[in-house]
Every structure is written in C-alpha cells, then in structure tokens.
C-alpha cells in the first residue's frame, strides 16, 4: 500500500522560508506526479504546484513567485520550499500523487501543520 | 481560475439515510470533476476521479453524477463510517480547483 508522509518544522517565522518533504513508501516515486496542496485553518484547500518524476514542474500562479518544488528519486522524496512566509502562509500542508499532469488525487499524507509566527 | 461551490455547507442525517451532495462550478468542466472524502488527521480519500466513475475499492453506496457546471455526490445508505467531510475538485482547467466541503454530520 502506497504511504506519503509529510516532514518538516512545523513553526517558521516570518519573512524565512518554509520547507517540507514528502517520502513516498510502498512503491516507486518514478513515472507519476507529485503536488503539494494546503488547507488554511477554517479554509479551503488550495493546490501549490506539482512535479513529475523527471523534474518538470507547474506551480499555482498565485504562488509561483515563492514557490520551489523539487525530487530525489533516489531517496523517493519530493521537497516543497516556499519563501518570504507570512501568516497568511499558516496551513496543513499535503502531499499526493497523481497519474496525470491534470491532476486528480489518488493518494494523500496526512498533512502536516505548519505555523507560521515570530 | 474555476470556482467551485458546494452545498449545503453541512448536513445533519442519520445512518442509513440518503446523502446527496452538490458541486457547482462557475464554468464548464466537463467531466472533469474529481470527489473526496476527508476526516479528521487523516489523509484524504479520493472517492470518485471523474464526475462518475467510482475509484478503485470505493463501495457502491457512493455515487456520482452530472457534467458541465452541476455535479452530485450521493451516498445511498450513510454508514458510521461516511460521516466526514467531502470535497469536490475540478481537474479541467488550470489551477486545479477545489470547493469549500460539505460536511455530512450525525443527527
């Protein structure tokens, strides 16, 4: 069975940079798509931006200012970065897969909470 | 970019009873529009990846319909186990897009 799991520090401050990785266990990391997807506290969920396992990258254009998403295939993680954080930045971040690059969801971690304050 | 919103925004039933979820998105997505289920510290599920189809080991209780701008999540019987909140995603334009959820609750 497919397992992503989410990793990282879960306090940033302001104006740093945020930084996660997902390690994919139970199966390989290469020939599908990896995102990272966010849920503020009480809001929505909001997609971030997703990788192929070659390396090619799409990024929410709202932020792909401050947005790094990059692989290691050969640990079977993918890293997000995200920079100049501010609160509005606070969230549960996901990582998940998909088959294609139009992507639906088929595996998800968990989510980690990420907090971002002096 | 595509919105998407759901209703109700919670609905109270009991187990057994029928769920009937509704998507609308603010253009056409054809197909395009993926279900999931999501409860609390768990990673979510994907339930239904294109408006019909029923993901793989997903139970026949849950269905889904429509295509265009309107899309509907039933679930036919609730079981302890559906109460959750549940997520649509449009994956025909880009960015991908979510709704806001439905939350279906114990009564």
């Known amino acids: 069975q497919l397992q992503l799991q989410e990793s990282g520090p879960g306090l940033v401050k302001p104006s740093e940079t945020l930084s996660l990785t997902c390690t994919v266990s139970?199966?390989?990391?290469?020939?599908?798509?990896w995102s990272w997807i966010r849920q503020p506290p009480g809001k929505g969920l909001e997609w971030i931006g997703y990788i192929f396992y070659s390396g090619s990258t799409k990024y929410n254009p709202s932020l792909k200012s401050r947005v790094t998403i990059s692989v290691d295939t050969s640990k079977n993680q993918f890293s997000l970065m995200l920079s100049s954080v501010t609160a509005a930045d606070t969230a549960v971040y996901f990582c998940?897969?998909?088959?294609?690059?139009?992507?639906?969801?088929?595996?998800w971690g968990q989510g980690t909470l990420v907090t971002v304050s002096p | 970019e595509i919105v998407l919103t759901q209703s109700p925004a919670t609905l109270s039933l009991s187990p057994g009873e029928r769920a009937a979820l509704s998507c609308r998105a603010s253009?056409?997505?054809?197909?395009?529009l993926a279900w999931y289920q999501h409860k609390p510290g768990q990673a979510p599920r994907l339930l239904i990846p294109?408006?019909?189809n029923r993901a793989t080991g997903i139970p026949a209780r849950f269905s889904g319909s429509g295509s265009g701008t309107d899309f509907t999540l039933t679930i036919t019987s609730l079981e302890p186990e559906d109460f959750a909140v549940y997520y649509c995603?449009?994956?025909?334009?880009?960015?991908?897009?979510f709704g806001p959820g439905t939350k279906v609750d114990i009564k």
């Open positions: 294109a408006a019909s």
């Open positions: 253009q056409s997505v054809g197909s395009n």
């Open positions: 139970g199966g390989s990391i290469n020939s599908y798509y």
């Open positions: 998940a897969r998909h088959p294609s690059a139009m992507p639906f969801f088929d595996y």
């Open positions: 995603q449009q994956r025909s334009d880009w960015p991908p897009t």
